[in-house]
């Protein structure tokens, strides 16, 4: 079974791939623009974050810097797709492959290790908590103040033109949205969120490397389509929550796969986990209504 | 006031499928004019729709809206003078959001969106007064889904957000062509008693040559990116079908061969 440090350690990393979660949610679900822009702008907020800290920088204005280098670099994407008509998918591959140099330049190294250096979470290991407890405490905060941001912005003027532009791009630009503004806004917006992850997550696991990119659209996208099979994202603010609920579930069941000792699974398997889980994610809702409907048909 | 003056247009230019949609096309609506516009299919009437609210920019030719040059604007630009309603009825609303919130998007068409809440209390009265105009319950549906009405309520609702704001325009694209006879009368009616109401200015698209003569105050035909005929007042009142088709032969020399503009 699982022990207690794994199942917190899940648990934060679930919360940290959350806010992820919420970005792909943004790019995928509200703007319909599939964005892999991600797996870069992850290691590059926390490359920024890490630079920062080191530099002797205020923690938290580090992540902030964090935040808006992610949303430099979803700009970016948004750009190459409505300035100069790249198609949405290899704008982002593009922006992905440049940040991998940009993240390397930044840091200047392919790893950077911050376990001595002041982070976020240090003062909070001041107060009366296990050790374990703190980081979930945190980012517990932190996801629930982007959660409400995030809702309040998509009930916003603003954030309905938003949702508008990607469910219907002729309809608001004939009410007067500038489709192209708003998607450099969701997208950069989107990519902020990531770059916060990767702050959060370079911060709390002690270290930024350049690879820590590797998968993270798909994580996200696992999180994403398994949390919309729990909670039916039917208003703005249960998709957010099923954003969430699908990152730590999704934590869960790799530490619960890791951790089975009968499945002989390593963590070198990770990665092969999360593609058999996406695609059971995918699958699986319409396997269940085509097995129900095939029930009731027989009853009929 | 909205006056376009020969615009020309071609589609594919220097390709095999070289194709000039619109060819020296000049018009002018006055204030407070209903104009139905005909014409066979390729005659140019969804380009110059399309040319008039800037979802495609004319190769050369002038449109002012009320003294504004917005020849080179793009759609988004001219939403606050121009406002529209597609023949597609799903496509005037977003199915994802509630009807509140496409009505919440069409209150602010043209104009700055901030970060207050988009759907305001001091709206709901409005919305709920203009949804109850329709007479099809949907004024106690606010916060359903657009996706759960007919095309026909959809429909509806789309001429109720393009006349939510004041427009120097309202331009309606064979509005009640993808809609069953019924609905199509229904929406057709509500169109023009919106359009008596508000006294708005109007364009209407259709294929129907009967609807064309029985709803506005003037008709124009367009053939082959220009306009062949532009009748209004006494010399339109009493008019039908089959002078219609009279007066297009006498213009141009040719004879109607697009069985539809016939049987409409």
């Known amino acids: ?29 509200v703007l319909d623009f599939p964005d892999l822009t991600v797996d870069g702008s992850f290691p590059l907020g926390a490359a920024v974050a890490a630079m920062l800290i080191i530099a002797g920088w205020n923690p938290w204005i580090a992540t902030g810097a964090a935040i808006l280098a992610g949303m430099a670099a979803g700009a970016v994407t948004a750009l190459l797709n409505v300035k100069l008509k790249i198609l949405n998918l290899l704008a982002s591959i ?38 374990h407890h703190v980081p979930v405490l945190l980012f517990v905060i932190v996801v629930a103040v982007s959660l409400i941001l995030l809702w309040r912005f998509m009930k916003s003027e603003t954030g309905l033109a938003m949702r508008a532009t990607g469910a219907n791009p002729r309809m608001a630009r004939a009410q007067g949205i500038a489709t192209g503004a708003m998607i450099v806004l969701g997208v950069a917006l989107s990519n902020g969120l990531v770059g916060l992850a990767g702050a959060l997550f370079a911060q709390s696991q002690g270290a930024a490397d350049v690879t820590m990119g590797v998968g993270v659209i798909v994580i996200g996208l696992a999180s994403l389509i398994g949390g919309e099979a729990v909670i039916t994202p039917s208003t703005v603010v249960r998709a957010l929550l099923a954003c969430v609920i699908g990152a730590i579930i999704y934590r869960l069941a790799i530490a619960f796969a890791l951790n089975a000792d ?30 129900i409907g095939k029930l009731t048909r027989n009853k009929a | ?76 630009k001219r939403a606050g003078q121009v406002a529209r309603v597609f023949q597609d009825p799903l496509a005037g609303t977003c199915e994802t ?39 099809l319950g949907l004024e106690n549906r606010l916060g359903d889904k ?35 006879p019924k609905t199509a009368a229904f929406v057709l009616e509500l169109t023009t008693q919106i359009i008596e109401e508000q006294q708005l200015t109007a364009l209407m698209v259709t294929h129907s040559m009967k609807q064309a ?26 008019l039908e079908v089959k002078d219609l088709l009279g007066l297009f032969e006498k213009q141009r020399g040719l004879s109607v061969d697009d069985d539809s503009l016939l049987l409409g």
């Open chain 1, 1 to 29: 079974m699982l022990s207690e440090i794994a199942l917190y350690g899940a648990i934060e990393t679930g919360l940290i791939y959350g806010l992820v979660a919420f970005g792909i949610y943004i790019s995928f679900r």
């Open chain 1, 94 to 131: 593009l922006t992905m492959i440049a940040l991998y140099s940009v993240n390397l330049r930044i840091m200047g190294r392919p790893n950077v290790a911050l376990l001595t250096e002041e982070t976020v979470l240090t003062p909070w290991y001041n107060l009366d908590l296990a050790y």
């Open chain 1, 262 to 291: 009968f499945l002989g699974l390593q963590a070198q398997d990770l990665n092969l986990i999360t593609a058999v889980l996406v695609t059971l994610a995918i699958v699986l809702p319409g396997v269940r209504t085509s097995v």
């Open chain 2, 1 to 76: 006031m909205i006056s376009a003056s020969d615009l020309r247009l071609t589609f594919g230019k220097g390709t095999p499928l070289e194709n000039p949609a619109l060819r020296g096309m000049s018009l002018t609506v006055n204030q407070g004019e209903f104009v139905t516009v005909i014409g066979s299919n390729g005659a140019g009437k969804s380009t110059f729709l399309n040319a008039l609210s800037g979802e495609v920019l004319v190769d050369s030719g002038e449109i002012i809206v009320d003294n504004t040059d917005v020849t080179k604007l793009p759609t988004h």
């Open chain 2, 97 to 135: 959001l509630s009807i509140e919130e496409n009505l919440a998007l069409a209150i602010k068409r043209g104009q700055r969106r901030g970060l207050t809440a988009a759907v305001k209390k001091q709206y709901l009265e409005q919305f709920r007064d203009s949804l109850s105009s329709l007479n």
């Open chain 2, 146 to 180: 657009m996706g759960l009405l007919s095309g026909g309520q959809r429909q509806a609702v789309s001429l109720l957000m393009a006349s939510l704001t004041p427009s120097s325009i309202l331009l309606l694209d064979e509005h009640t062509a993808a809609l069953d």
């Open chain 2, 213 to 238: 003569l029985e709803v506005g105050s003037r008709t124009v035909m367009l053939h082959q990116g220009q306009v062949v005929f532009d009748i209004a007042g006494k010399e339109r009142e009493g």
